[in-house]
Structure formats: structure tokens, C-alpha cells
């Protein structure tokens, strides 16, 4: 069965860092895109990042450029969010995610079938 665990969130002050985790498996791990999403209360859930696990390239929202850092450790079938200068507006609960077909690149949600069950990451003011 395919499994994506998410993990890492927490509360922390604006300006800190955090670092997210999705341990992914009942796949070929590099067949297949991860994305980060979030969703904030009363918002839609939006895309935050995504990885192509076969070739390592990035995929960010503009909201997050150069603060977030996604990366993954195919020996662990993992996929990391390193966030960093975090915001009060980054307050959301986080979701990783599995593309729905193999090596398409896309940071839509509906495109996504397999998901975590979602971290929530608080920055206070």
C-alpha cells in the first residue's frame, strides 16, 4: 500500500526554522514527484514545493522562494521541507504528497493522489 507519513511541525516563533519530514512507501520512490502543500484555516489548500526524486530538480511557489528548501534522501524513501525566516501567514497545517502519475511534474493538488497525514506548523507573532 502506498504510504506517505508526515512529520515536524510544531510552534515556533516568526523568523525561526523548522524542518518537515515525509517518509514515503509501497512505491518506487524515484518513479514518482513529492510535493509540500498547505492549508491555512479557512483557505484552499495550495502547493508549497515539489521534488522530481529522479533528477533531484526543485519546484517552489513564489511565497517561499528562498526561504524553503525542499530535498530527499532516496536511501530513506524521505522527503525533507527545511523552512526557514517563517512567518505568521506560513501558519498552516502541511501535507506531503504523491503525484498521481509517474514523472509528471506539476505542483497542482488535483493531480496528487496519495497524501500524508498532514503536520501543523504555528508561527507566532
Known amino acids: 500500500d502506498v504510504q506517505l507519513q508526515a512529520s515536524g511541525g510544531g510552534l515556533v516563533q516568526a523568523g525561526g526554522s523548522l524542518r518537515l519530514s515525509c517518509a514515503a512507501s509501497?512505491?518506487?520512490?524515484?518513479?514518482?514527484?513529492i510535493g509540500w502543500f498547505r492549508q491555512a484555516p479557512g483557505k484552499e489548500r495550495e502547493g508549497v514545493s515539489c521534488i522530481v526524486n529522479s533528477d533531484g530538480s526543485t519546484y517552489y511557489a513564489d511565497f517561499v522562494k528562498g526561504r524553503f528548501t525542499i530535498s530527499s534522501d532516496n536511501a530513506k524513501n524521505t522527503v525533507y521541507l527545511q523552512m526557514n525566516s517563517l512567518k505568521s501567514e506560513d501558519t498552516a497545517v502541511y501535507y506531503c504528497a504523491r503525484v498521481l502519475r509517474r514523472l509528471w511534474v506539476t505542483m497542482e493538488k488535483d493531480e496528487y493522489d496519495y497524501w500524508g497525514q498532514g503536520t501543523l506548523v504555528t508561527v507566532s507573532s
Open positions: 509501497g512505491f518506487t520512490f524515484t518513479d514518482y514527484v
